[in-house]
């Protein structure tokens, strides 16, 4: 059973435009929704991270929106580069857990 | 401060093998985690040490297993590989905050390729 569901599964984008990642999860035990970003021939990396008890939280361009209600949290990536061609990855995680739960992953191509 | 490493980068193996995959924490951190990604499965948690002691496993068959030394490094075993075990295996360290968010600190992976 799939315990997180990411959408798109690709994006492409044009250069300052609005990238946004959709994740949905059922089980409200996770209490940490990080987002990572992976390059090709890299580990994942975090980019940002959210608790349900905040709506949204904004660092730079990328901002994360969180819905408790409908189990859902989304990345925007405002003014896209094309430096920010990527995957990537939303989890779950609960706190003092060392285990990621993630979804499948969202290509991301911005393209000039 | 270095960041994880991983060796080796690239490994080939043929079916019916083992390997041993090789993980160096982030100096003082002392979780260690290990993940499978594949383009069809995605990122899959496979487990976690902490002071040399499995703390949490994912749901992978007993051919998939790990150990930590005392320095916090840590090995992963592959025993009688299959085509299907082709994936980045990736290496996480953390520190540990009680209480907290723990980061996960990836490692650039180890490529195996099954023959």
């Known amino acids: 059973q799939q315990q997180v569901k990411q959408s798109p599964q690709s994006l492409i984008v044009q250069k300052g435009g609005i990238s946004i990642i959709n994740c949905a999860y059922e089980n409200t035990a996770f209490d940490y929704f990080p987002w990572y970003q992976q390059f090709p021939g890299k580990g994942p990396a975090l980019l940002i991270a959210?608790?349900?008890?905040?709506s949204e939280k904004k660092e730079g361009r990328f901002t994360i929106s969180f819905n408790k209600s409908a189990k859902q949290f989304s990345l925007h990536i405002m003014d896209s580069q094309p430096g920010d061609s990527a995957t990537y990855f939303c989890?779950?995680?609960?706190?003092?857990?060392?285990?990621?739960?993630f979804g499948k992953g969202t290509k991301l191509s911005v393209i000039p | 401060k270095a960041g994880v490493t991983q060796t080796p980068r690239y490994l080939i193996k043929t079916r019916g093998q083992q390997v041993t995959l090789s993980c160096s924490p982030i100096?003082?951190?002392?979780?260690v985690s290990w993940y499978q990604q594949t383009p069809g499965q995605g990122l899959q948690f496979l487990f976690e040490?902490?002071?040399?002691?499995?703390?949490n496993k994912g749901n992978f068959p007993g051919r998939f297993s790990g150990r930590q030394f005392s320095n916090s490094r840590s090995e992963m075993n592959v025993s009688t590989l299959e085509l299907g075990d082709s994936a980045l295996y990736l290496c996480?360290?953390?520190?540990?905050?009680?209480?907290?968010?723990?980061?996960?600190?990836f490692g650039p992976g180890t490529r195996l390729t099954v023959l």
């Open positions: 100096s003082g951190h002392r979780s």
């Open positions: 959210i608790r349900p008890d905040v």
């Open positions: 989890a779950l995680t609960g706190a003092g857990s060392y285990q990621l739960t």
């Open positions: 040490y902490f002071s040399e002691t499995q703390r």
């Open positions: 996480a360290s953390s520190s540990l905050l009680s209480g907290a968010y723990n980061e996960q600190f």
